[in-house]
């Protein structure tokens, strides 16, 4: 912000905070304790249209009290127009010094004490402009809070991305597709709730705070808990909760919950993330394919009201069945690479230098096979796909095929270039488990931050015996990023982690 730019805000909070106390000085209570509101916006603006379908004059008789923000300002003399906002919409009210209108202190309050941004009830009756525009002809004005600092300009808005970000409540006051946003993402996560309590799924809650991490590959947050003496770490995922319940008899299991990854942030990434996780008995990861198409069909079209979506300028059907693509195929259509001609490390390596490919160093053969993929054929993953066996090295709780015991029956779900979700046939055979914890324990020796820790009280759950069961985790954040067609995962998260900042006047 220049110089002149402070200046002006200054004097701006000076001269409200000056209309503040001259309001105290009348007597008026600029934040009383209570409102009398006897419809929304939105249940106004219905009462109207009933009132006209019937082709009568003027408007219903009945009494409103509409409360709202002062969006705009018109003062014209002994008349004056203004646009208030509550969380269902916006209605012109009209005042007017007179008889059958406002008195003369309402009048002089509205005129001189009150400014864009207040908050504000007005009492009256509905009419219609010659204009057709809904109104309320006000009768009595209420402030109910007296806003100190100015919204933006109406011409230029709050653009500021940071900004935006930073001062979201600002963002949902004068961004109507932001506001718009965060709304669809509440009917989201209510239609996939349904969706999961209606197929015999019961949501739970497991801890946050976990003595021992697991679930995914990441770098957790750690804390300590002085009461009993002990680190703890924030949970990176649910999945071995939610399969200790599988193993008590839950036979089918979710949790829409916050998860915590100790990583960078970019547009696809917040290091907290909204999740959901479902495990299902007696079930693989076929099963999961078609709970994932069918739960992601009804919430598109309940939420949507159809399966065709535009994101990012791509025409995406998500009406099932989706694509089914083996790992190995699309990385050997893409890249010419054929990964089963590289059982190792090195070999490996040496296609991606042989073809040019331009990847980070990985510690494993499986963590290279995964960066190829990411790298080269992730953000081309446009129409619903269901990518298929994975290398066992980087999925330590997914059972191996039977006919290629270094592939595990894992898929991971992309859409529009975005990876949504992951999901495998779960790993029941405690001895195995073990095995792999173990070679996880190797990595994590040999510097791999992201390699799973060895939690011995899960391998006594499986050792109780868990039974066939598929579990899926996607991310919530990033389905309302494909279905409200926004780049970047800071859109749809209402506060997202930004480096502190100190805070402008």
Known sequence: MSEEETQELSDLLRRRRSKLEHLRDLGVDPYPLRSECTHTTAEALEMLDRWREKDQEGGPPEIVKLCGRIMSVRVMGKASFAHIADGTGRMQIYLRLAEDGVDAHSYDLFRRDLDIGDIIQAEGTLFSTRTGEPSLKVTRLTLLAKSLRPLPGKWHGLKDVETRYRQRYLDLIVNDEARQIFITRSRIIAALRRFMDERGFIEVETPVLQPVYGGAMARPFTTYYHALDQEVFLRIADELYLKRLIVGGLDRVYEICKDFR???????????????????????????????????????????????????????????????????????????????????????????????????????????????????????????????????????????????PHLVERFELFIGGLELGNAFSELNDPLDQRERFLAQREQREAGDEEAHPMDEDYIRALEYGMPPTGGMGWGIDRMVMLLTDQASIREVILFPHLRTKELDA
């Open 262 to 404: 100790n990583e960078g942030v970019s547009s696809h990434h917040n290091p907290e993330f909204t999740q959901l996780e479902v495990y299902q008995a007696y079930a693989d990861y076929h099963d999961m394919m078609t709970l994932a198409e069918d739960a992601f069909f009804h919430v598109v079209r309940e939420v949507l009201g159809t399966a065709q979506i535009s994101y990012q300028g791509n025409a995406i059907d998500l009406t099932p069945p989706w694509r089914r693509l083996p790992m190995r195929e699309a990385i050997l259509e893409e890249t010419g690479i054929d990964i089963e001609k590289a059982p190792t490390l090195d070999l490996l390596l040496q296609l991606v230098e042989k073809e040019g490919l331009e990847v980070d160093p990985q510690p494993t053969r499986g963590a290279l096979v995964d960066e190829i993929f990411g790298e080269y054929i992730e953000p081309k993953m446009i129409q619903p796909t269901f990518i298929v066996d994975f290398p066992l090295e980087i999925s330590p709780f997914a059972k191996k095929k039977p006919d290629k």
